[in-house]
C-alpha cells in the first residue's frame, strides 16, 4: 500500500522544492506572499488569516499576484529532484490554498459568501486571477523541469462539520469551471491530481471527480461516514486518509484505531488500490496523547496492507520510532 508518513520517516512521496521569490519582503510580520496577513492564538497550530488585502474588492484592479516565473524560486528545485530520482520517489509539487480558500484569504470568509450572490462579477474576476495565477504556476513548473514531476498537491477545505459551505448546485456553476481549468492543466503534462479538503464534503468529491482530481485526502472520516464515503465513491477516485484526527487519534484509544484501519481498508480500499495511508503532520495540533498512537496507527494499517496486498509496510526508522 503506497505511504505517506513523513512524522514516522516513511514515505513514498516527496515535495519539489519551490521557494518564495528573493524579492518578498512582508510588509507585516506574518503576511504571504498574497499579503494576506496570518496570526496565532494560543492553540498550537497553523493559525489562521486575520488580515485580508482584498476586504474592499474594489482593489482588485490594482492588485499583484505572486510572480511564479520569479527565477529565484527555483534554485533549489533541481537538487530536490535529483535526490528525489536517486530514492525513487513519486515527486509532488504543491499549491497552498488553491482556489476557494485563496478567496476567502484574500476577500473575507463571510464576505466572500456573500458576494457570491450579490456581487457575482467581482467573485468571478478574483477567482479567475488565482486560476490564472496558479496556471501559470503549473505551465512555469512543467516548462523548467518536463517530465519529471508526478502530482500536484493543493489544499480546499470545503466544508463545516455538518455540510459544505454552499449549494451543490453553486459550487458546479461557479467553482467546476475553474477547477477542471487548473486539473487540466495539470493533466496536460502528464500529472494525478492531488486534492485536500476539511470537512463533510461528500457532495464536493463527485465534483471533484468530474473535475479530474484522481487523490482526495478527507482527515475526518468518521464526521464523512465511512460506508457512504465507500458506496459512492469506492474504485472511482484514490482516498488518502488515516484513522480519524478528530474522533479517533486524540482519544489514543487502539480499539478506534484497529476499527478506523478496518472500515477504511474495507469500504475506501480496494484489493486493486484506491488507497493512500497518510500523514497529518502536527501531532500538537490534533492533541495526540502519547508517542506511541502513530505507531500503533502504522502497525495497524501495515496489517491490513500485508493482507490486502501481500506486502506490508516498510519498517518505521528506529529515530523515528522513538520519537
Known amino acids: 500500500m503506497p505511504v505517506q508518513m513523513g512524522t514516522l520517516g516513511v514515505s513514498d ?75 525513487g520517489k513519486y515527486v509532488t509539487c504543491g499549491i497552498f490554498m488553491v482556489l476557494w480558500e485563496r478567496m476567502h484569504c484574500l476577500h473575507g470568509f463571510e464576505d466572500t459568501l456573500i458576494d457570491l450572490y450579490h456581487d457575482r462579477p467581482a467573485m468571478e474576476a478574483l477567482a479567475d486571477m488565482i486560476v490564472d495565477t496558479h496556471v501559470t504556476f503549473v505551465e512555469e513548473v512543467t516548462r523548467r523541469f518536463p517530465g519529471r514531476i508526478d ?29 477542471k481549468k487548473i486539473f487540466d492543466t495539470m493533466h496536460a503534462s502528464g500529472c494525478d491530481v492531488w486534492v485536500h479538503s476539511c470537512g463533510k464534503v461528500n457532495e464536493i468529491v463527485e465534483g471533484y471527480i468530474q473535475a479530474g482530481v484522481n487523490v482526495v485526502n478527507l482527515q475526518q472520516p468518521r464526521a464523512l461516514g465511512i460506508e457512504e464515503m465507500g458506496e459512492r ?10 484513522a480519524d484526527i478528530q474522533a479517533t487519534l486524540p482519544t489514543g484509544d487502539t480499539s478506534l484505531i484497529d476499527a478506523d484501519a478496518r472500515d477504511l481498508m474495507t469500504h475506501w480500499a480496494s484489493p486493486e488500490g484506491g488507497f493512500i495511508f497518510s500523514d497529518y503532520g ?8 502519547n508517542e506511541g498512537v502513530k505507531p500503533y496507527m502504522y502497525q495497524a494499517f501495515s496489517k491490513w496492507s500485508e493482507k490486502l496486498y501481500g506486502q506490508a509496510l516498510p519498517p518505521i526508522p528506529e529515530a523515528a520510532a522513538t520519537l
Open 13 to 87: 512521496t516527496t515535495g519539489l522544492s519551490v521557494s518564495p521569490a528573493e524579492s518578498f519582503q512582508p510588509e507585516l510580520e506574518g503576511d504571504d506572499e498574497w499579503t494576506c496577513h496570518w496570526a496565532h492564538t494560543a492553540m498550537p497550530n497553523m493559525g489562521q488569516v486575520t488580515g485580508n488585502p482584498l476586504e474592499d474588492i474594489s482593489g482588485l484592479d490594482s492588485f499583484v499576484p505572486p510572480d511564479y516565473t520569479d527565477e529565484s524560486r527555483y534554485e533549489n528545485s533541481e537538487a530536490s529532484l535529483q535526490q528525489a530520482e536517486t530514492e
Open 151 to 179: 502530482g500536484w498537491s493543493m489544499t480546499d477545505d470545503w466544508g463545516t462539520q455538518q455540510a459544505a459551505f454552499i449549494r451543490f448546485d453553486m459550487w458546479m456553476d461557479f467553482f467546476f469551471p475553474r477547477y
Open 233 to 242: 465513491y469506492q474504485g472511482r477516485i484514490t482516498f488518502q486518509a488515516l
Open 282 to 289: 502536527d501531532d500538537r495540533a490534533i492533541g495526540i496523547p
